[in-house]
Nanobody, 117 residues
Framework: VQLQASGGGLVQAGGSLRLSCAAS????????MGWYRQAPGKQRELVAT???????NYADSVKGRFTISRDNAKNTVYLQMNSLKPEDTAVYYC????????????WGQGTQVTVSS
């Protein structure tokens, strides 16, 4: 299965973007899918996750601003990002954790999000 992330770009602070993560096969092979981000000089960090049952989890820094969702028919996971801040600037990666896997074992290529002040 391949994951293809898209939707990144340059936006002003306060703006919105929607990221998409399209899988080449059914996303039901994943017990959970999520978005992580990595800013220059920083470690990759969790942004949001969603389980196959629809349960979601968010980093404190994005709660109330970002929403993760999934469309099983389209094998796609989305990240709606509102009220963007310059500190949200990073490369965003989507990933999947297969059933019985202890960590995320599938990753997309990343999409750049840049928020200008």
């Amino acid at each position: 299965v391949q994951l293809q992330a898209s939707g990144g770009g340059l936006v002003q602070a306060g703006g919105s973007l929607r990221l998409s993560c399209a899988a080449s096969a059914s996303i039901f092979i994943f017990n959970a899918m999520g978005w992580y981000r990595q800013a220059p000089g920083k470690q990759r960090e969790l942004v949001a996750t969603i389980t196959s049952g629809g349960s979601t989890n968010y980093a404190d820094s994005v709660k109330g601003r970002f929403t993760i969702s999934r469309d099983n028919a389209k094998n796609t996971v989305y990240l709606q990002m509102n009220s963007l801040k310059p500190e949200d600037t990073a490369v965003y990666y989507c990933g999947g954790r297969r059933i019985f896997a202890s960590t995320y074992d599938y990753w997309g290529q990343g999409t750049q999000v840049t928020v200008s002040s």
